[in-house]
């Protein structure tokens, strides 16, 4: 998997960890009024922080702005030749090229990934 990928699939995760922490259905739901740890959400917080210096700015824009648009999964796997954000199917040339680059859907401009 290309690494930037991987980056920035680590910073949904994370992304993802912290808006659960802060919503209340969650906190009610996932941790039966157990308190969540200040503790993970600072390691939460500085994890995220070092991960966007590991990405391109331009690329990180990009994120930010899907992640808002969408609300979530911005990195998204390809299935056989669909995008598995928004199911169009793509172009057989990008399909190949996800394997190794980092590609966007041109429908939706999820990031797309390979897995064998
Ligand atoms: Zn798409």
Known sequence: ??????????????????RDIASDGYQQVGFKGIKIS??????AERERAKLTKKIDPKILH???????????????QVIKEFCGGCYVKLPSELVVRCRTEL???PNCGRFLYWVK
């Open 1 to 18: 998997m290309n690494p930037q990928i991987e980056t920035l699939r680590s910073l949904e995760e994370f992304d993802h960890i912290l």
């Open 62 to 76: 990009q994120y930010e702005r899907i992640m808002k648009r969408y609300g979530g999964r911005v990195v998204v």
């Open 38 to 43: 200040e503790e993970l959400i600072r390691i």
């Open 103 to 105: 590609v966007t859907c």
